[in-house]
C-alpha cells in the first residue's frame, strides 16, 4: 500500500509495534527444552492479549500463529513437538493484523552457548537490513535493496538465498510491490515511491542459495549442512531514511 493520510500512518504504527514487541517477547523466553508449538503459543497469546490477530493464520490457514524456523530450516517452520536445543539457531517470524493493517517483522536467535560461526552470520544479516534500509528512499531503483544486500553479504563470505525475498505490506500481508528480490536483477526496472510500505528482509546463507519444501507444505530449509539467518522490519518509504513501523517499545 501507499500511505495517504496521518491516520493510515498511526494503524500501521500500532500493529508494527505489537509484532515487535510480540518478536521481543517470545526471543526472551528461548530457552534448552521449549518446544516450538509451546513458543508459538506465548506468541499467540500475546497478540491476542494486544488485539491483533495471526497474520500467517488469518490470510492462509498456517497452523501456526507464528512461523518459527530451526537451524537448516530458513522459513515458514510449523510449530510443534520439536524441543529447542542449546546452541540452536532460531527464527522466530511474526507477521499480524489489526483494524485491517498489517504488519511483518522476524528475527534469529541463538540459543546459549553462541557459537563464532552463528554469531558472524547473525550479525552479517543484520548488517545487510541496515545498510538495504538506507538505501530504500523515493525515487531510487527497487532493485538497489538487492544489489546491498548482495554487497553485503559477499563482503562477509555469505550467500543470498535467492527464491525468499521482501514484499509489499500494509493492507495484506502480501502485496505490490511483490517479491523484492535480496540479490541485484537488473531486469528489475520498478521505483520506490513516497509512501509505499514495504519490508525488508534479506536471508544470508553460510552456502546455500535455494530453500526447498521439506515435505510438510510450509517449512522451506537448506541442506543440514548450510546455516541461514534472516532480520525483517517493516517501513514506510520517505524522501529521506524509512520510517521503521516495526521497532520493540523500549
Not at 111 to 116: A, K, T, Y
Not at 192 to 217: H, K, N
Request: proline content about 5%.
Amino acid at each position: 500500500m501507499s500511505i495517504r493520510t496521518e491516520a493510515e500512518l498511526e494503524a500501521l504504527k500500532r500493529i508494527g509495534r505489537i509484532v515487535a514487541d510480540c518478536l521481543k517477547h517470545m526471543g526472551s523466553r528461548l530457552e534448552p527444552g521449549i518446544t516450538t508449538r509451546e513458543l508459538d503459543d506465548l506468541g499467540r497469546d500475546y497478540l491476542a492479549s494486544h488485539g491483533a490477530r495471526s497474520a500467517p493464520e488469518l490470510v492462509y490457514d498456517f497452523p501456526g500463529a507464528t512461523c518459527i524456523s530451526v537451524n537448516h530450516e530458513v522459513a515458514h517452520g510449523i510449530p510443534g513437538d520439536k524441543r529447542v536445543q542449546a546452541g540452536d539457531l532460531v527464527n522466530i517470524d511474526v507477521s499480524a493484523e489489526q483494524d485491517g493493517f498489517f504488519a511483518d517483522t522476524g528475527g534469529s536467535f541463538i540459543v546459549p552457548p553462541e557459537s563464532q560461526v552463528k554469531t558472524r552470520l547473525c550479525k552479517a544479516t543484520r548488517r545487510a537490513l541496515e545498510a538495504a534500509m538506507r538505501q530504500a528512499t523515493a525515487g531510487a531503483p527497487l532493485n538497489r535493496i538487492g544489489k546491498t544486500i548482495e554487497s553485503e553479504a559477499r563482503a562477509g563470505g555469505y550467500t543470498v538465498i535467492r527464491n525468499l525475498g521482501s514484499h509489499g505490506v500494509g493492507r495484506a500481508l502480501h502485496e505490490e510491490p511483490k517479491f523484492i528480490a535480496g540479490f541485484y536483477d537488473p531486469k528489475d526496472k520498478r521505483t520506490l515511491r513516497d509512501g509505499m510500505v514495504i519490508t525488508i528482509e534479506p536471508f544470508l546463507s553460510t552456502g546455500a542459495s535455494y530453500v526447498e519444501d521439506t515435505g510438510d507444505g510450509w517449512t522451506l530449509a537448506t541442506a543440514s549442512r548450510y546455516l541461514s539467518a534472516q532480520y525483517e522490519h517493516t517501513l514506510v518509504i520517505t524522501k529521506g531514511q524509512p520510517i521503521i513501523l516495526t521497532q520493540p517499545s523500549s
